[in-house]
Nanobody, 129 residues
């Protein structure tokens, strides 16, 4: 399984940006896909989790109401739509995937924890000014 993020870049505060995460896989296995970010000098923060098999999403309080995670299984792609961006959203953003049976625990605080995610993308930089 390989994950490739795209869509990052510089953006003005208050504007929107959509990140994409293309997931290459050889089977139809469903995954819990998480979006994480890491700002310079800070730890990695989980911001959103979504199960590719369907169901609710889960967000960190810091992005709730502003970010939306979604899945397009026809394209094997997970998205993170970011709106009302703030300078404090500046970070390297990563997508990650882990297999969970029937998506159990994905849309929960567990989905925002980086442990258990065994597939990671290379990251895409988002800079808000």
């Amino acid at each position: 399984v390989q994950l490739v993020e795209s869509g990052g870049g510089p953006v003005e505060a208050g504007r929107s940006l959509r990140l994409s995460c293309a997931i290459s896989r050889t089977t139809s296995t469903t995954y819990c896909a998480g979006w994480f970010r890491q700002a310079p000098g800070k730890g990695r923060e989980g911001v959103a989790a979504v199960y590719t098999g369907g169901g609710p999403t889960y967000y960190a309080d810091s992005v709730k109401g502003r970010f939306t995670a979604s899945v397009d299984n026809a394209k094997n792609t997970v998205y993170l739509q970011m709106s009302s961006l703030k300078p404090e959203d500046t970070a390297m953003y990563y997508c990650a995937a882990k297999w969970v049976p029937n998506g159990v625990g994905c849309a929960s605080p567990s989905g925002l924890g980086s442990s258990g995610y065994n597939y990671w993308g290379q990251g895409t930089q988002v800079t808000v000014s």
